[in-house]
Protein backbone atom coordinates (compact mmCIF):
# COMPACT_ATOMS: atom_id res chain seq x y z
CA UNK A 1 0.00 0.00 0.00
CA UNK A 2 1.40 3.74 -0.66
CA UNK A 3 2.54 4.92 2.56
CA UNK A 4 1.45 8.39 3.01
CA UNK A 5 2.96 11.19 5.17
CA UNK A 6 1.01 14.43 6.16
CA UNK A 7 4.39 16.19 5.68
CA UNK A 8 4.64 19.53 8.25
CA UNK A 9 7.97 21.43 8.66
CA UNK A 10 8.46 22.88 12.43
CA UNK A 11 11.24 25.56 12.31
CA UNK A 12 12.67 25.80 15.79
CA UNK A 13 12.92 29.54 16.40
CA UNK A 14 15.38 30.70 18.93
CA UNK A 15 17.55 27.75 18.62
CA UNK A 16 20.35 28.25 20.35
CA UNK A 17 22.33 25.53 18.29
CA UNK A 18 24.61 26.97 15.27
CA UNK A 19 25.32 23.79 13.05
CA UNK A 20 27.79 24.89 10.49
CA UNK A 21 25.24 23.44 7.53
CA UNK A 22 21.77 25.23 9.02
CA UNK A 23 20.64 28.38 7.57
CA UNK A 24 20.02 30.11 11.24
CA UNK A 25 18.69 33.19 9.55
CA UNK A 26 16.03 31.76 7.30
CA UNK A 27 14.80 29.65 10.32
CA UNK A 28 14.75 32.68 13.16
CA UNK A 29 13.86 35.23 11.29
CA UNK A 30 11.45 34.81 7.96
CA UNK A 31 10.20 31.29 8.09
CA UNK A 32 5.83 31.20 9.44
CA UNK A 33 5.58 29.18 12.47
CA UNK A 34 3.72 26.06 11.95
CA UNK A 35 0.18 26.27 13.46
CA UNK A 36 -1.98 23.92 15.83
CA UNK A 37 -4.12 25.02 13.47
CA UNK A 38 -2.40 24.48 10.12
CA UNK A 39 -2.09 21.13 11.77
CA UNK A 40 -5.91 20.23 11.99
CA UNK A 41 -6.33 21.34 8.51
CA UNK A 42 -3.42 19.75 6.94
CA UNK A 43 -4.79 16.58 8.24
CA UNK A 44 -8.07 16.99 7.12
CA UNK A 45 -6.87 18.17 4.03
CA UNK A 46 -5.08 14.90 3.67
CA UNK A 47 -8.37 12.95 4.41
CA UNK A 48 -10.46 14.21 2.11
CA UNK A 49 -8.35 13.81 -1.16
CA UNK A 50 -7.25 10.07 0.27
CA UNK A 51 -9.13 7.02 0.40
CA UNK A 52 -9.50 6.14 4.44
CA UNK A 53 -7.71 2.35 3.90
CA UNK A 54 -4.51 4.93 2.76
CA UNK A 55 -4.66 7.80 5.40
CA UNK A 56 -5.01 5.00 7.87
CA UNK A 57 -1.95 3.62 7.35
CA UNK A 58 -0.26 7.11 6.96
CA UNK A 59 1.62 8.97 8.81
CA UNK A 60 1.36 13.11 10.80
CA UNK A 61 4.95 14.16 10.36
CA UNK A 62 6.69 16.74 12.44
CA UNK A 63 10.35 17.44 10.17
CA UNK A 64 12.43 20.55 11.18
CA UNK A 65 14.74 18.62 13.19
CA UNK A 66 14.15 19.57 16.73
CA UNK A 67 10.56 18.99 17.41
CA UNK A 68 10.92 18.07 21.14
CA UNK A 69 13.45 21.04 21.83
CA UNK A 70 11.21 24.01 20.72
CA UNK A 71 8.94 25.95 23.46
CA UNK A 72 7.37 23.07 25.52
CA UNK A 73 4.13 24.49 25.10
CA UNK A 74 4.43 24.76 21.64
CA UNK A 75 5.03 21.06 21.15
CA UNK A 76 2.24 19.96 23.20
CA UNK A 77 -0.02 22.45 21.42
CA UNK A 78 1.07 20.73 17.72
CA UNK A 79 0.81 17.37 19.99
CA UNK A 80 -2.81 17.79 20.55
CA UNK A 81 -3.97 19.13 17.41
CA UNK A 82 -2.50 16.00 15.72
CA UNK A 83 -3.41 13.19 18.43
CA UNK A 84 -7.04 13.16 17.89
CA UNK A 85 -6.73 11.60 14.49
CA UNK A 86 -4.30 8.68 15.29
CA UNK A 87 -6.75 8.20 18.13
CA UNK A 88 -9.55 7.95 16.26
CA UNK A 89 -7.90 5.39 14.04
CA UNK A 90 -7.58 7.93 10.91
CA UNK A 91 -3.72 7.90 10.17
CA UNK A 92 -1.38 5.06 11.64
CA UNK A 93 0.47 7.27 13.98
CA UNK A 94 2.37 10.61 14.52
CA UNK A 95 6.40 10.53 13.47
CA UNK A 96 9.03 13.31 14.74
CA UNK A 97 12.62 13.89 14.15
CA UNK A 98 14.48 15.59 16.93
CA UNK A 99 17.72 16.14 18.61
CA UNK A 100 19.91 13.72 20.53
CA UNK A 101 19.57 15.84 23.12
CA UNK A 102 16.39 16.49 22.85
CA UNK A 103 15.26 13.00 24.10
CA UNK A 104 14.65 11.91 27.67
CA UNK A 105 12.20 9.72 30.07
CA UNK A 106 10.17 12.79 30.54
CA UNK A 107 10.37 13.65 26.89
CA UNK A 108 9.40 9.94 25.52
CA UNK A 109 6.49 10.18 27.86
CA UNK A 110 4.96 13.07 26.63
CA UNK A 111 5.82 11.57 22.87
CA UNK A 112 4.12 8.09 24.05
CA UNK A 113 0.80 9.64 25.43
CA UNK A 114 0.30 11.74 22.45
CA UNK A 115 0.33 8.94 19.65
CA UNK A 116 3.91 9.58 18.44
CA UNK A 117 4.70 6.25 17.09
CA UNK A 118 8.30 6.73 15.19
CA UNK A 119 11.20 9.40 16.04
CA UNK A 120 13.99 10.37 13.86
CA UNK A 121 17.08 11.33 15.68
CA UNK A 122 19.45 13.84 13.89
CA UNK A 123 22.66 12.07 14.46
CA UNK A 124 24.98 13.30 11.23
CA UNK A 125 28.05 11.73 12.04
CA UNK A 126 29.05 9.70 14.78
CA UNK A 127 32.31 11.00 14.50
CA UNK A 128 32.89 13.36 17.53
CA UNK A 129 35.67 15.63 15.30
CA UNK A 130 32.98 15.59 12.78
CA UNK A 131 30.12 16.52 15.19
CA UNK A 132 32.53 19.08 17.27
CA UNK A 133 34.10 20.76 14.09
CA UNK A 134 30.37 21.25 13.06
CA UNK A 135 29.31 22.34 16.03
CA UNK A 136 26.38 20.44 16.76
CA UNK A 137 26.58 20.41 20.28
CA UNK A 138 26.29 16.90 21.14
CA UNK A 139 28.29 14.12 20.85
CA UNK A 140 28.44 10.25 19.17
CA UNK A 141 27.63 9.22 22.56
CA UNK A 142 24.19 10.96 22.81
CA UNK A 143 23.37 9.53 19.78
CA UNK A 144 23.48 6.33 21.11
CA UNK A 145 22.07 6.84 24.35
CA UNK A 146 19.02 8.84 23.40
CA UNK A 147 18.53 5.99 20.46
CA UNK A 148 18.68 2.67 22.96
CA UNK A 149 16.00 5.14 25.11
CA UNK A 150 13.90 5.62 22.18
CA UNK A 151 13.94 1.83 21.43
CA UNK A 152 13.30 1.23 24.87
CA UNK A 153 10.38 2.83 24.87
CA UNK A 154 9.02 0.64 21.68
CA UNK A 155 9.20 3.64 18.98
CA UNK A 156 10.43 3.23 15.42
CA UNK A 157 13.38 4.38 14.95
CA UNK A 158 14.78 6.62 12.11
CA UNK A 159 18.87 7.78 12.04
CA UNK A 160 19.72 10.69 9.50
CA UNK A 161 23.56 10.86 8.87
CA UNK A 162 25.27 13.30 6.94
CA UNK A 163 27.67 12.95 4.44
CA UNK A 164 30.83 15.36 3.13
CA UNK A 165 30.67 17.72 6.43
CA UNK A 166 33.59 20.46 7.08
CA UNK A 167 36.30 17.83 8.13
CA UNK A 168 34.63 14.97 7.23
CA UNK A 169 35.54 12.26 3.96
CA UNK A 170 34.55 9.40 2.66
CA UNK A 171 36.07 6.78 5.23
CA UNK A 172 34.42 8.49 8.79
CA UNK A 173 30.90 8.41 6.68
CA UNK A 174 31.18 5.18 5.62
CA UNK A 175 32.34 4.21 9.82
CA UNK A 176 29.19 6.63 10.84
CA UNK A 177 27.18 4.68 8.53
CA UNK A 178 28.66 0.99 10.36
CA UNK A 179 27.76 2.25 13.57
CA UNK A 180 24.72 2.56 12.93
CA UNK A 181 23.97 -0.42 11.47
CA UNK A 182 24.81 -1.58 14.26
CA UNK A 183 22.46 0.05 16.11
CA UNK A 184 19.94 -1.53 14.03
CA UNK A 185 17.19 1.32 13.17
CA UNK A 186 14.42 0.85 11.26
CA UNK A 187 15.21 3.62 8.74
CA UNK A 188 18.07 6.26 7.83
CA UNK A 189 18.25 8.99 5.51
CA UNK A 190 21.27 10.15 3.90
CA UNK A 191 21.85 14.04 3.76
CA UNK A 192 24.63 14.36 1.71
CA UNK A 193 25.88 18.75 2.72
CA UNK A 194 24.08 21.69 0.81
CA UNK A 195 26.27 24.30 1.42
CA UNK A 196 23.69 27.13 1.61
CA UNK A 197 24.45 31.55 1.77
CA UNK A 198 24.13 32.26 5.52
CA UNK A 199 26.03 29.17 7.04
CA UNK A 200 28.94 28.97 8.51
CA UNK A 201 30.15 26.41 5.92
CA UNK A 202 29.44 28.78 3.27
CA UNK A 203 31.94 31.15 5.22
CA UNK A 204 34.43 28.80 5.69
CA UNK A 205 34.15 27.51 1.99
CA UNK A 206 34.93 31.66 0.77
CA UNK A 207 37.60 31.55 3.30
CA UNK A 208 39.18 28.16 0.84
CA UNK A 209 38.77 26.24 4.43
CA UNK A 210 36.38 24.07 3.07
CA UNK A 211 35.48 22.13 0.37
CA UNK A 212 32.40 20.51 -0.18
CA UNK A 213 31.68 17.30 -2.25
CA UNK A 214 30.13 17.66 -5.63
CA UNK A 215 26.99 15.85 -6.92
CA UNK A 216 29.42 12.95 -8.98
CA UNK A 217 31.18 12.54 -5.25
CA UNK A 218 28.26 12.36 -3.20
CA UNK A 219 26.61 9.94 -5.62
CA UNK A 220 29.87 7.79 -5.44
CA UNK A 221 29.40 7.76 -1.91
CA UNK A 222 26.08 6.85 -1.53
CA UNK A 223 26.19 4.10 -3.83
CA UNK A 224 28.35 2.91 -1.68
CA UNK A 225 26.01 3.57 1.46
CA UNK A 226 22.60 2.64 -0.02
CA UNK A 227 23.32 -1.05 -0.16
CA UNK A 228 25.25 -1.41 2.97
CA UNK A 229 22.14 -0.56 5.01
CA UNK A 230 19.66 -2.30 2.81
CA UNK A 231 21.48 -5.04 2.97
CA UNK A 232 20.98 -5.02 6.33
CA UNK A 233 17.18 -4.88 6.32
CA UNK A 234 17.41 -0.88 7.31
CA UNK A 235 15.48 1.04 5.01
CA UNK A 236 16.68 4.24 3.46
CA UNK A 237 13.63 6.62 3.47
CA UNK A 238 15.81 9.72 1.48
CA UNK A 239 18.45 10.38 0.06
CA UNK A 240 19.30 13.99 -0.77
CA UNK A 241 17.40 17.68 0.67
CA UNK A 242 14.28 18.14 -0.55
CA UNK A 243 13.91 20.88 -3.16
CA UNK A 244 11.67 23.25 -3.20
CA UNK A 245 11.94 26.18 -0.20
CA UNK A 246 14.67 27.94 -0.19
CA UNK A 247 17.03 25.26 -1.74
CA UNK A 248 17.80 26.42 -4.72
CA UNK A 249 17.83 30.44 -3.84
CA UNK A 250 19.97 29.73 -1.56
CA UNK A 251 22.10 27.00 -2.43
CA UNK A 252 26.20 28.14 -3.17
CA UNK A 253 27.86 24.46 -3.06
CA UNK A 254 27.60 21.27 -2.47
CA UNK A 255 25.51 18.01 -3.70
CA UNK A 256 22.14 18.94 -4.23
CA UNK A 257 20.29 17.77 -7.55
CA UNK A 258 16.43 16.93 -7.23
CA UNK A 259 16.97 13.76 -8.52
CA UNK A 260 19.54 12.62 -6.03
CA UNK A 261 18.46 8.86 -5.23
CA UNK A 262 17.75 8.35 -9.23
CA UNK A 263 21.57 9.11 -9.71
CA UNK A 264 22.93 7.42 -6.50
CA UNK A 265 20.78 4.15 -7.70
CA UNK A 266 21.34 3.94 -10.97
CA UNK A 267 25.42 4.23 -9.95
CA UNK A 268 24.35 1.27 -7.89
CA UNK A 269 23.58 -0.49 -11.32
CA UNK A 270 26.16 1.13 -13.18
CA UNK A 271 28.73 -0.46 -10.66
CA UNK A 272 27.31 -3.59 -10.37
CA UNK A 273 27.12 -4.33 -14.14
CA UNK A 274 30.34 -3.05 -14.59
CA UNK A 275 31.53 -5.23 -12.21
CA UNK A 276 31.19 -8.19 -14.54
CA UNK A 277 31.54 -6.91 -17.60
CA UNK A 278 34.87 -5.16 -17.11
CA UNK A 279 36.09 -8.81 -17.72
CA UNK A 280 34.45 -9.84 -20.83
CA UNK A 281 35.47 -8.28 -23.96
CA UNK A 282 34.10 -5.81 -25.66
CA UNK A 283 31.00 -6.29 -27.88
CA UNK A 284 27.00 -6.35 -27.18
CA UNK A 285 25.41 -7.36 -24.30
CA UNK A 286 21.95 -7.88 -22.27
CA UNK A 287 21.69 -6.44 -18.77
CA UNK A 288 18.76 -8.05 -16.86
CA UNK A 289 17.30 -5.99 -13.84
CA UNK A 290 14.72 -6.26 -11.40
CA UNK A 291 11.19 -5.37 -12.45
CA UNK A 292 11.08 -1.75 -12.86
CA UNK A 293 14.47 -1.33 -12.48
CA UNK A 294 15.20 -0.80 -16.09
CA UNK A 295 15.49 2.97 -16.14
CA UNK A 296 17.72 3.04 -13.32
CA UNK A 297 19.99 0.93 -15.57
CA UNK A 298 19.90 3.08 -18.12
CA UNK A 299 20.79 5.90 -15.57
CA UNK A 300 19.49 9.18 -15.41
CA UNK A 301 19.30 10.34 -18.95
CA UNK A 302 20.98 7.61 -19.54
CA UNK A 303 24.45 7.77 -18.37
CA UNK A 304 25.13 4.06 -17.78
CA UNK A 305 23.99 3.76 -21.41
CA UNK A 306 26.77 6.25 -22.44
CA UNK A 307 29.33 5.06 -19.98
CA UNK A 308 29.26 1.02 -21.13
CA UNK A 309 29.31 2.74 -24.75
CA UNK A 310 32.62 4.70 -24.27
CA UNK A 311 34.30 1.58 -22.49
CA UNK A 312 33.22 -0.39 -25.84
CA UNK A 313 29.97 -2.29 -24.23
CA UNK A 314 26.73 -1.96 -26.24
CA UNK A 315 24.83 -2.86 -23.66
CA UNK A 316 20.69 -4.06 -24.35
CA UNK A 317 18.64 -4.13 -20.84
CA UNK A 318 15.45 -5.98 -20.41
CA UNK A 319 13.49 -6.88 -16.91
CA UNK A 320 13.83 -10.32 -15.70
CA UNK A 321 10.88 -10.65 -12.23
CA UNK A 322 12.87 -13.16 -10.77
CA UNK A 323 15.78 -10.58 -9.97
CA UNK A 324 16.08 -8.70 -7.13
CA UNK A 325 16.57 -5.18 -6.59
CA UNK A 326 20.39 -3.99 -7.21
CA UNK A 327 21.06 -7.62 -9.00
CA UNK A 328 22.38 -7.49 -12.74
CA UNK A 329 23.11 -10.24 -14.79
CA UNK A 330 24.40 -10.05 -18.09
CA UNK A 331 24.24 -12.18 -21.07
S1 LIG B 1 20.22 22.33 12.46
FE1 LIG B 1 21.28 22.95 14.33
S2 LIG B 1 21.23 25.19 14.33
FE2 LIG B 1 19.72 24.52 12.84
S3 LIG B 1 17.79 24.46 13.98
FE3 LIG B 1 18.67 22.39 14.08
S4 LIG B 1 19.87 22.34 15.96
FE4 LIG B 1 19.43 24.52 15.48
Do not use: W
Not at 127 to 137: A, I, K, Q, S
Not at 147 to 161: A, D, I, S, V
Not at 216 to 243: Q, W, Y
Not at 288 to 295: E, P, R, T
Amino acid sequence: MKHVNVALFVVHKGCPHKCTFCDQRSITGFARELTPRDVEEAARTALNSLDGETAAGGEIAFFGGSFTMVRREYMLSLLESAYPFVRDGLFKGIRISTRPDGIDDEICGILKRYGVTAVELGAQSLNNRVLLMNERGHTAEQVVSAFNMLKGYGFETGLQMMTGLYGSDDEDSIETAQKIIALKPDTVRIYPTVVLENTKLNALMKEGKYSPLGVEEAVDLCAKLIPMFENEGITVIRVGLHSGGDVEEEFTGGAYHPALRELCEGRIYRNTAYEILKDLPQGEYTLCVGAGMASRMAGHKKCNTAFFEEKGYRIKIIQDNSLNKYEVKVR
